[in-house]
């Protein structure tokens, strides 16, 4: 039985990876700080079985503790501050958490385990103000934010780590993927949240920021297989994994409003608030090296990842709004 170290278990991704290797037969251990409270409920389903060791990505001893404890074959390093928005008022904390405890988990592995597997999360973000289009696995880094540039040294350190000392360390540059289990402070959640309590009488409008940013956007469903398929592979590599569209917030909007019979238009008022100090225009991945080498393919449509999670939060709402009547009558 393969065993698997997961950092960020708890999260969109950890919570969809943690699913597909249980499937696989994988032994599966999940990272947790020892001083905090954990949400469980993206992997309330499977919590069980899953075997819980301590450990912070910025105390080294805590990881290396925690890879001894589980011996894994492979390592699936996602744990991140990874909201952009917190990285300009945090910035220090996010270079503590996103980027030096990179190099805090490579180490760790090379110290415990170095013949281990290791997975990195790197992001589009990286890309920051495009130099060119689309975005593939070379294209220059020029991160706008905190975050951006945190990735950026997270995923140079896997490069030189791998180069260094011959360890198997991949970095999978994922492009924004999204799913019911996101955060409910990103963009995609945080639209079709609203568009939820908005059609079920809740609230009558919806704050936005730029509506022309343009994401490749696609489901993390999707995204974890690959993050597998990368460390299944002969030899370490570099992946940019997306699904080679685009689209802008004004048409996220348009379709999950539309799903419920409304017009954005008459509900979304635009807030100078929510504009980011420096934008990120334009992302849009070229995931050609993916499906040849790792023969990855996009199953979930962007506008079927849209309708999916507007259905599940109306059915998240609908339950909150029951049960809200029934405290109240009790």
């Known amino acids: ?9 708890t999260g969109q991704d950890g919570s969809y990876l943690a699913e597909l290797l249980l499937e ?10 020892r ?16 075997e819980w060791v301590s450990g912070d990505l910025t105390d080294l001893a805590s990881l290396i503790l925690a890879v001894r404890a589980s011996q894994p074959e492979e390592i699936y390093n996602l744990a991140a501050q990874s909201f952009v928005e917190t990285s300009w008022p945090q910035p220090l904390l996010t270079g503590q958490i996103t980027a030096l405890g990179v190099t805090n988990m490579l180490e760790a592995v090379r110290l415990v385990s170095p013949d281990a597997r290791f ?3 790197s992001s589009s973000e990286m890309f920051g103000k495009v130099v060119e289009t689309p975005q593939k696995e070379t294209t220059p880094f020029y991160p ?16 030189n780590y791998r180069e260094s000392f011959d360890m198997f360390a991949c970095s999978g540059i994922l492009f924004n993927h999204e799913s019911p289990r996101r955060g409910i402070e990103f963009v995609t959640r945080k639209v079709t949240d609203g568009v939820a309590r908005i059609k079920l009488g809740l609230q009558s409008e919806l704050r936005m920021g730029n509506l022309d940013a343009k994401r490749d956007w696609g489901f993390a469903g999707d995204y974890v297989k690959a993050m597998w398929l990368m460390l299944q592979q002969e030899q370490p590599d570099d992946y940019v994994i997306a699904t080679n569209e685009t689209h ?7 379709i999950a409003f539309s799903h419920v019979d409304l017009n954005y238009e008459d509900h979304v008022v635009i807030d100078p ?8 225009d334009l992302l849009l991945g070229d995931c050609t090296k993916a499906k040849n080498k790792l023969g990855w393919e996009q199953k979930v449509s962007f506008r079927e990842m849209i309708h999916m999670m507007v259905e599940t939060d109306l059915a998240r709402v609908e339950q909150e709004m029951k049960n809200k009547v029934l405290t109240s009558v009790i």
């Open 1 to 9: 039985m393969k065993r698997a170290l997961i950092t960020g278990v």
């Open 24 to 33: 696989k037969g994988y032994k599966v251990y999940g990272l947790r700080r």
């Open 35 to 50: 001083t905090s409270t954990p949400n469980y409920e993206n992997i309330a389903h499977i919590r069980n079985e899953i």
């Open 119 to 121: 997975y990195q999360a």
């Open 144 to 159: 706008r934010s905190p975050y951006g540039v945190s990735k950026v040294y997270g995923h140079w350190i896997t490069v």
């Open 248 to 254: 802008t917030v004004r048409e996220l909007l348009e």
């Open 273 to 280: 608030k929510f504009f980011r100090p420096a934008e990120v």
